[in-house]
């Protein structure tokens, strides 16, 4: 059943035969086979086929989400057993928040692949909520995080806490020593995250306790946007500290003093249940510790 589950995810995924085939070096009429078998087994069409390209149908798409599943739980039970005697091998799907991923990652993945060169990283970069998601559909194996989570059957653990600041280009012409006012701050062009993003999440819980709802606002999908937009004067912005160390030493952006913060956020590690949990996912999640701990 795992070898028709296999076939059908490539076929779905690709849309196509030809190219599913050719992804798992077999015939087309092998895949043909293998599908008409699984449609059999399940008791009802699964794709439709065109000259194009293939389709799923509606219990096509609801087997496709278990099979992910599935085939997700079958690769983590033959790592689980691998690894009761051997050393850490193998893939491991790591998914990471922008803040995390884009300035915190990178220095353990260098830690990771010197002390254990046989884990082979694969990483998704995404908002928190969709990182979320990939977890519950065991399309990775860990999560790293910032904000709340608000599914369901998903393990967390915090791990470390990080700062939040309101920040503005160096050249900021409101910019002083004082306190900057709320009723001013309240008024400026505010750049923000989209939707489902743990810094946009921070960034509407501020506004609820500084009690002010900014009427401008702009929405940037990426922090080094941001970034960008505030150290050309664009507007002001809400950010991790680990995002702008370099240009507050350059004194391109620079944190307002706001009464009330900084404020304090947690990262957490996020799994679908600490009983799945490989020995290459705990050594990752202890290299995540030791380094936020440093």
Known sequence: MDQLLAVFISVADKRNFSRAAE?????????????????????????????????????????????????????????????????????????????????????????????????????QIGNTRDIAKAITSHEIDVGIVEGDISQRNIAIKTVSTDQMYIVAGGNYQN??????????????????????????????????????????????????????????????SYLSELTFKKERILDTIRALKVKGTPIKRNFSVITKSPELSTKSMNLFIELIENYLKN
């Open 23 to 123: 992804e798992l070096h077999m015939t087309q009429p092998a895949v043909s086979q293998q599908i008409q078998q699984l449609e059999k087994n399940i008791g009802t069409k699964l794709l439709l086929r065109t000259n194009k390209s293939v389709q799923l149908t509606k219990a096509g798409e609801i087997v496709y989400l278990h099979a992910k599943e599935i085939t997700g739980l079958y690769n983590r039970m033959s790592i689980l057993v691998n690894e009761l005697n051997n050393e850490p091998i193998g893939l491991l799907k790591i998914g990471a928040s922008y803040t995390f991923g884009e300035y915190v990652l990178p220095h353990i993945l260098a830690k990771m692949k010197n002390l254990y060169p046989n884990i082979i990283p694969s990483v």
């Open 175 to 236: 910019f002083s020593d004082m306190e900057i006012s709320l009723e001013l701050l309240e008024q400026e062009n505010w750049i923000v995250r989209e939707e489902g993003s743990g810094t946009r999440d921070a960034t509407e819980k501020l506004f609820q306790t500084l009690q002010i709802r900014p009427p401008k606002l702009m929405e940037f999908g990426s922090t080094q946007l941001i970034k960008e937009a505030v150290e050309a004067g664009l507007g002001v």
